[in-house]
C-alpha cells in the first residue's frame, strides 16, 4: 500500500510523533510527567507510529526510568499481563510488578522481557544502560529464556505459544537464510490482534529473491509478506516473515500502511 493511498493517514501519524518528541525536548518536571502519562496510555498503534522513527523510539527507551520503557514495550506489542505470567510463570498480579514497580528482576526474567520487547537486557533494568554491549544478543542465551529449535519445527511453534512471543536459537537457519550464522536467534511474536510475525536476527541485509522467497513460504505458510527492518539498538537487520491473522485482512492492510513510513525497512509480497 502506497504512502498516498490515504491521504489523511501521513496527519494522523503527526500527533503521536510530536508528543513523543516533546517529552524528549521538554525539561520542566510538571510538563514532562505530564506527557510521560499521556505516552503511557497511548494504543499500541500510536506507539507503532512512534517506533516507525528510529531515532525517535531509540531516544524514549534511553530514558532514564526502566519502568516506563517496559510499560511503553508493554504498549508496542499489545501485551497483556496474563501473557507475561505465562511466559515467566508467576501470577498476574506479579506481572503486574515487574512491569510497573520492581526495580530489578532475577536475572532469567529480565532476558525474557528482554526478548518479549525486542531490546538488549539492560535497557530492562539500566538506568544507563552499556551500549557497546547491546551488539551481542546475550539474553537469547541464559537457559530458560530461549528454546533451542531447528528451522523445520519453528511454525509449528506459533500453536504453541498460543497469543503471545517467545524467543529462539535456531541451530540451522542457514538452511533456509544463507545470511544466517550457526546459532541465529529470533522471536515469534502473536500478539497483536490482526498479524503474526516470526522474527529473524541476521547480520546483513538478507537476499530475497524469488525461489527464496518460495522456500521461505514452504517454512511458513502463512506468510503473505517479508519485511527487512532495523532492529533497536543492533547492526543486526531484523527479518520478518509476515502474514495476517484470520479474518482480520483490513487490520492487516492498515498495519502494511504503516510499515510503509517506518525507518530502514522494505516490504516483499511473497
Not at 493511498?5 to 518528541?21: C, I, K, S, V, W
Not at 510499515?259 to 516483499?268: G, H, N, W
Request: proline share 6%; aromatic share 12%.
Amino acid at each position: 500500500m502506497s504512502k498516498n493511498g490515504n491521504h489523511f493517514y501521513p496527519l494522523y501519524r503527526a500527533e503521536p510523533l510530536q508528543q513523543a518528541q516533546n517529552y524528549i525536548s521538554i525539561k520542566d518536571p510538571q510538563k514532562k510527567g505530564e506527557l510521560k502519562r499521556y505516552l503511557k496510555a497511548m494504543k499500541y498503534k500510536d506507539i507503532l507510529i512512534i517506533q516507525s522513527n528510529r531515532s525517535l523510539w531509540e531516544q524514549l527507551l534511553r530514558d532514564p526510568d526502566p519502568i516506563f520503557r517496559r510499560q511503553l514495550s508493554t504498549q508496542l506489542y499489545k501485551i497483556t499481563q496474563e501473557q507475561i505470567a505465562r511466559s515467566i510463570s508467576c501470577s498476574t498480579k506479579t506481572s503486574f510488578s515487574l512491569i510497573n514497580h520492581t526495580i530489578r528482576p532475577d536475572n532469567l526474567i529480565t532476558f525474557i522481557l528482554a526478548i518479549m520487547f525486542n531490546v538488549p537486557w539492560q535497557v530492562i533494568v539500566e538506568k544507563d544502560p552499556v551500549e557497546y554491549s547491546f551488539k551481542e544478543f546475550t539474553e537469547y542465551y541464559l537457559d530458560g529464556s530461549a528454546k533451542r529449535v531447528s528451522v523445520e519445527v519453528l511454525y509449528e511453534e506459533k500453536d504453541r505459544i498460543g497469543r503471545n512471543i517467545a524467543g529462539y536459537l535456531i541451530t540451522d537457519a542457514q538452511r533456509l537464510l544463507g545470511q544466517a550464522g550457526p546459532l541465529t536467534t529470533g522471536r515469534w511474536v502473536t500478539t497483536y490482534p490482526e498479524l503474526e510475525f516470526f522474527e529473524f536476527h541476521l547480520p546483513n541485509e538478507p537476499v530475497l529473491h524469488k525461489a527464496k522467497r518460495k522456500d521461505i513460504l514452504n517454512a511458513f505458510p502463512f506468510a503473505t509478506h517479508l519485511v527487512t527492518t532495523y532492529t533497536p539498538f543492533r547492526s543486526d537487520r531484523s527479518l520478518w516473515v509476515m502474514g495476517p491473522k484470520p479474518r482480520k485482512q483490513q487490520e492487516y492492510q492498515q498495519f502494511l500502511m504503516e510499515l510503509e513510513f517506518r525507518d530502514e525497512t522494505i516490504v516483499y509480497e511473497i
